[in-house]
T-cell receptor
Framework: GENVEQHPSTLSVQEGDSAVIKCTYS??????FPWYKQELGKGPQLIID?????GEKKDQRIAVTLNKTAKHFSLHITETQPEDSAVYFC????????????????FGAGTQVVVTP | GAGVSQSPRYKVAKRGQDVALRCDPI?????LFWYQQALGQGPEFLTY????????KSGLPSDRFFAERPEGSVSTLKIQRTQQEDSAVYLC???????????FGPGTRLTVL
């Protein structure tokens, strides 16, 4: 089955600096890679995602890059703000060919991001 | 419309008790997923429904765990004879068939004493 590894486990940055979180996956059939932000006591919130036919996607201060050959993808947050402090999870999923639907997400272990003013 | 809702938000059970956790998906979402999140870990897949059909239950940790979605909307995750290792946050997510994004509810925090 799929295995997703995420690094680093904790990341401290000064407000205004950039943050980068990296993930690797093992299953070459994976073709959908979302990133979630989870605040204390809340469920994961989708912040950006990328499909395997795209190498990079950007949404304001957030960008994701994907290297299918190397099986790794990264989240980039620029101009970090204190409200970016949270736990971030990467995940991977493959199209379930038997049901023709998107299957389960395999999550990384998470990165605790702390943005200090 | 409203997002995914879950109830109760918190549940304390004595070891050996049965519990039932409810998930109300986003209206019209065909797919529904259950995940278990241990403290400090990423969510782990439990089971998946497409309408009322349970298509994948490979993540259920034991036969004490049972999930249903009889009318293809609301889903219930039931845990029988709870054990301390069942303590976790149980997350529900839903998605449409057309789009692949999974939207999560706030979770139910289960504590087994």
């Amino acid at each position: 089955g799929e295995n997703v590894e995420q690094h680093p486990s904790t990341l401290s940055v000064q407000e205004g600096d950039s943050a980068v979180i990296k993930c690797t996956y093992s299953d070459s059939a994976s073709n959908y890679f979302p990133w979630y932000k989870q605040e204390l006591g809340k469920g994961p919130q989708l912040i950006i995602d990328i499909r395997s036919n795209v190498g990079e996607k950007k949404d304001q201060r957030i960008a994701v890059t994907l290297n299918k050959t190397a099986k790794h993808f990264s989240l980039h947050i620029t101009e970090t703000q204190p409200e970016d402090s949270a736990v971030y999870f990467c995940a991977a999923s493959a199209l379930d060919m038997t049901t023709d639907s998107w299957g389960k997400l395999q999550f990384g272990a998470g990165t605790q991001v702390v943005v200090t003013p | 419309g409203a997002g995914v809702s879950q109830s109760p938000r918190y549940k304390v059970a004595k070891r050996g008790q049965d519990v039932a956790l409810r998930c109300d998906p986003i209206s019209g979402h065909v797919s529904l997923f259950w995940y278990q999140q241990a403290l400090g870990q990423g969510p782990e897949f439990l089971t998946y429904f497409q309408n009322e059909a349970q298509l994948d239950k490979s993540g259920l940790p034991s036969d004490r765990f049972f999930a249903e979605r009889p009318e293809g909307s609301v889903s219930t995750l039931k845990i029988q004879r709870t054990q301390q290792e069942d303590s976790a946050v149980y997350l529900c997510a839903s998605s449409s068939l057309v789009f692949y994004e999974q939207f999560f509810g706030p979770g139910t925090r289960l504590t087994v004493l």
